[in-house]
């Protein structure tokens, strides 16, 4: 190896380093920091404690707010899932007229500014004369993780070949008998895999919730109301459990994406 | 009271499927022209065609897949258009064999019975013995993807034939496979066919394959059944050019009907005056071609032809050696430019004849076929 080629393999290190500091630096910052009490915007490095964790566990409304993250995920995701899983196999099994404009409104609200989204359903909910809540904060999540959920299922219907569909009517099984038996099994890791980056898309959703949400607040909004007064351990704390359940989600979506683009299709 | 048997009303019992008048039309293109045609209870028979002959629309509207524009398809003499694919008693071998990857041997084959509900004991008992029938009963738990091209195809095979079908629809199932395994699959498909007795539908685009596996074949091209018959009727009647061009090698030459005598007529082309009884539709003027297979000239030896034959003079152009056979380009002396290609024992000629040799040839009018145009 050359001078040149040594300086030139040193400083592409140095600017992955970099990228990887200015990536996750932040977060470490911010996980390092809810281990130690601050005073007066100073750090006290010799108060290592997790008494920041037990206030949070001790706090009702973050409690609360956690509580209504989980319900607001999991309706998301169910109501998402099954509406995605029965569009994409109703579009893929006949090849609908009308499949691409449908594929377009699906992804539209997920590829537009979020606040248009927001400030959209706002107006339609007021208009309907229906109340903010959490409800309007699950149909709201439903309209954003529709489009992902959809397309992974898609892709995964689009793979399986269309013999194994015809060949299960031919052995003398019904449409229904087909989905449950042929199509499910084999769009298992599509949906688990879609639902787990669905989910994690809903935990730390805040724009669109912020317009929707009534009274109850999310963990989002709430650490998002926490910080506008000041910072403190538990904010610190509850940003390091917030990005240890998203990176727990999004690791076990990646390795389940992994094993559906490994599992043969074809007979 | 007892009925003379109505030999007609015996021979309409003994069709499993009448197509009348189905035609397939997508938008303004004609991808099968309307086809007559009846398959026997028991029969072994193949659709041959090169790709976009409309063979695959025949077995696709048969097994419910697609819906035939015009005419109706008759099971047992009723229609069955507009018949679910799920409630018709044909089950299909697909091209790519469709079998499920996530479920075993054993479950892929079981799936028929098992989607109807049939009991636990009885589908067993089937599976087992399917599995015994296509010789994979110690590859029950394996998955498909586990499996050689051959065994897939076996599994197929067993899966469509475990619900008992009226008929079988296998859609180019051979195609995948190299060419030793086509072979043996070929034997095997034939021989199961026999022991199940039960009615095959098979697509091709080979010949050696149709010939060698079929009880009837169906010739077809550009949405066209060009012909029904035996292998042997149409290897050695061709009822056109085509059939004759695609099935096997033929000579094929030029001739016109000089005159016609009653139903005969009588034929000039390089081969000398023919005359063919049994052409009522030709009329003296028409131009037709005549087809013969290289097999079908015999190389006179000193004797001269025999009573019944015609012959031609000629000079050797080539000789291929083709192991026991050998193929010899015969220029026709009188004719410039008009060869025949004429297939002899390799031992019958071998030191004895060599190219630019004269030759006698001599063959039997009834090898000829006339074909129109």
């Not at chain 2, 041997?105 to 079981?110: F, P, R, S, T």
Request: hydrophobic share 50%; with cysteine.
């Amino acid at each position: 190896m050359t001078r040149f080629e040594r300086l030139t393999l040193t400083l592409l290190w140095a600017v992955a380093g970099l990228a990887f500091v200015a990536m996750y630096g932040p977060a470490l910052l911010v996980v390092t920091l809810s281990f130690f009490r601050i005073d007066r915007q100073r750090v006290d490095w010799s108060s290592f404690s997790f008494d920041a964790y037990a206030g949070l566990a001790g706090n009702h409304d973050i409690v609360a707010a956690l509580t209504n993250t989980l319900i607001v995920g999991f309706s998301a995701v169910t109501c998402a899932l099954l509406i995605a899983v029965g569009l994409a196999f109703y579009m893929h099994v006949e090849s609908r007229r009308g499949q691409r404009f449908v594929e377009f409104m699906i992804f539209l609200p997920f590829i537009l500014p979020a606040i248009i989204t927001g400030v959209s359903l706002l107006i339609a909910f007021r208009e309907a004369g229906i109340e903010r809540g959490l409800l309007t904060v699950i149909v709201g999540h439903i309209v954003i993780i529709i489009a992902i959920i959809y397309r992974m299922v898609m892709t995964r219907l689009e793979s399986l070949e269309r013999s194994q569909l015809e060949a299960s009517l031919d052995l003398g099984a019904t449409k229904m008998q087909t989905f449950r038996y042929v199509v499910v099994p084999q769009l298992a890791s599509a949906m688990v895999t879609s639902a787990l980056l669905a989910f994690t898309l809903s935990f730390d959703e805040t724009l669109v919730t912020f317009f929707l949400v009534g009274g109850e607040m999310t963990l989002p909004i709430r650490l998002w109301a926490m910080v506008r007064v000041g910072f403190t351990p538990e904010i610190n704390a509850l940003v390091a459990v917030v990005l240890l359940m998203t990176t727990c989600l999004a690791t076990v979506g990646a390795l389940s994406l992994k094993r559906l683009v490994r599992i043969p299709v074809h007979g | 009271m007892s009925t003379v048997p109505d030999p007609q009303q015996n021979q309409a019992r003994a069709r499993v499927i009448e197509m009348v008048g189905v035609g397939k039309r997508y938008g303004n293109v004609e991808v099968l022209k309307p086809v007559d045609l009846s398959i026997e209870d028991g029969e072994f028979l193949t659709i041959l065609g090169p790709s976009g002959s409309g063979k695959t629309t025949i077995i696709r509207m048969i097994g419910g897949f697609t819906r035939p524009t015009s005419g109706r398809i008759l099971l047992d003499g009723r229609d069955i258009v507009d018949q679910p694919i799920f409630d018709r008693p044909f089950n299909t071998v697909f091209q790519d064999y469709a079998l499920f990857p996530h479920m075993s041997v054993a479950k892929n084959i079981a799936y028929g019975l098992m989607v109807r509900g049939r009991p636990k004991a009885e589908i067993s008992r089937k599976v087992a013995e399917a599995l015994a029938v296509v010789d994979l009963s110690d590859k029950a738990a394996r998955y498909p993807a586990d499996l050689s091209g051959g065994q897939r195809q076996r599994v197929a095979l067993a899966r469509a034939i475990i619900c008992e079908p009226r008929v079988v629809l296998l859609d180019e199932p051979l195609a995948a496979l190299d060419a030793e395994l086509r072979r043996s699959m070929r034997d095997f498909l034939k021989d199961l066919q026999r022991r199940i007795r039960t009615t095959f539908i098979f697509i091709t685009h080979d010949q050696d394959e149709a010939i060698s596996i079929s009880d009837r074949i169906v010739v077809m091209d550009h949405g066209r059944v060009e012909q029904v018959g035996t292998p042997e009727e149409i290897y050695y009647h061709p009822k056109s050019v085509f059939v004759a061009k695609f099935f096997g090698e033929s000579n094929l030459l030029a001739g016109g009907v000089t005159a016609l005598a009653g139903t005969d007529a009588v034929i000039e082309s390089a081969l000398g005056t023919l005359t063919k009884p049994g052409h009522a539709g030709l009329n003296a003027g028409t131009a037709v071609t005549l087809a013969a297979r290289p097999e079908s000239f015999r190389l006179v030896a000193g004797d001269g032809p025999r009573a019944g034959e015609c012959d031609v003079s000629g000079t050797v152009e080539a000789i291929t050696f083709l192991g026991a056979t050998s193929q010899l380009v015969v220029g026709i002396a009188g004719a410039p430019g008009e060869t025949i290609k004429v297939r002899a024992a390799t031992k019958e000629i071998s030191g004895k004849l060599a190219v630019g040799d004269s030759l006698t040839v001599a063959w039997t009018p009834a090898d000829i076929s006339v074909l129109a145009g």
